[in-house]
């Protein structure tokens, strides 16, 4: 039985490694349509003025359920153009590597919208931007941990959302003032959108050049 396991472990291991170049290239769509997503929602939860919390976290929630869905018929989509099993054995350790994190932060999401919580008598979880900068640091451990079946880059662009965000959380727990509205948004919009769009277009052109060569 041990045996098996190993071998199985080894052989999706091996097919992670192979496949890291078509990873990349499936990369580059993935990472500019959740920036497209990002960038919009942002944008348009700014003219709305979208500021309640429990407005603030429904409204951010469906902006990512679109873009999961979004995301995996472009997976989907990947694996039928190369005649593949979408629910791979490498998917699977992909999809284990990335839930701990996203569970926490749905966790984290559920809690604060049952009970938004005051953290020194100055205002609800989006006033206070513990919760978006949350999001993005849990985001951060997400992609970081399923970087290790894929790219490099996976993982320095997890460090990005990590340490930014907890800088921006540090930031904000040391000011006293409260932060216009509009923060919460510009931070989701900034590190969801701007920074997918960023790295997406990186893969975008350095695919092309590696095509071209």
Same mark, same amino acid.
């Given at each position: 039985?041990?045996?098996?396991?190993?071998?199985?472990?080894?052989?999706?291991?091996? *097919?992670?490694?192979?496949?890291?170049?078509?990873?990349?290239?499936?990369?580059?769509?993935?990472?500019?349509?959740?920036?497209?997503?990002?960038?919009?929602?942002?944008?348009?939860?700014?003219?709305?003025?979208?500021? !309640?919390?429990?407005?603030?976290?429904?409204?951010?929630?469906?902006?990512?359920?679109?873009? +999961?869905?979004?995301?995996?018929?472009?997976?989907?989509?990947?694996?039928?153009?190369?005649?593949?099993?979408?629910?791979? !054995?490498?998917?699977?350790?992909?999809?284990?590597?990335?839930?701990?994190?996203?569970?926490?932060?749905?966790?984290? *999401?559920?809690? #604060? /919208?049952?009970?938004? =919580?005051?953290?020194? $008598?100055?205002?609800? =979880?989006?006033?206070?931007?513990?919760?978006?900068?949350?999001?993005?640091?849990?985001? $951060?451990?997400?992609? @970081?941990? #399923?970087? /290790?079946?894929?790219?490099?880059?996976?993982?320095?662009?997890?460090? $990005?959302?990590?340490?930014?965000?907890?800088?921006?959380?540090?930031?904000? +727990?040391?000011?006293?003032?409260?932060? @216009?509205?509009?923060?919460? @948004?510009?931070?989701?919009? *900034?590190? /969801?959108?701007?920074? @997918? +769009? #960023?790295?997406?277009?990186?893969?975008?052109? *350095?695919?092309?050049?590696?095509?071209?060569?």
């Amino acid at each position: 039985m041990e045996s098996n396991w190993a071998a199985e472990h080894l052989q999706v291991i091996r *097919t992670l490694m192979e496949r890291s170049a078509l990873y990349r290239r499936a990369l580059a769509p993935i990472m500019l349509y959740n920036g497209i997503v990002g960038s919009v929602a942002a944008v348009l939860a700014w003219r709305l003025r979208i500021c !309640p919390p429990k407005a603030f976290i429904v409204y951010w929630a469906l902006v990512a359920v679109g873009a +999961l869905a979004g995301s995996l018929l472009l997976v989907r989509r990947q694996a039928l153009k190369d005649k593949e099993p979408f629910w791979s !054995p490498p998917t699977r350790r992909v999809t284990q590597a990335l839930l701990p994190p996203l569970v926490a932060g749905g966790i984290c *999401t559920v809690g #604060a /919208f049952l009970r938004p =919580p005051m953290i020194r $008598g100055l205002g609800p =979880p989006v006033t206070e931007l513990w919760l978006p900068l949350s999001w993005v640091v849990l985001y $951060g451990c997400a992609i @970081h941990a #399923a970087g /290790f079946f894929m790219p490099r880059g996976m993982r320095l662009f997890g460090w $990005g959302f990590i340490v930014a965000g907890c800088a921006l959380l540090a930031a904000d +727990l040391a000011r006293d003032e409260l932060p @216009h509205y509009g923060t919460a @948004h510009i931070i989701m919009g *900034t590190f /969801f959108g701007g920074f @997918h +769009l #960023a790295y997406g277009l990186y893969l975008y052109f *350095t695919e092309r050049r590696r095509a071209a060569a």
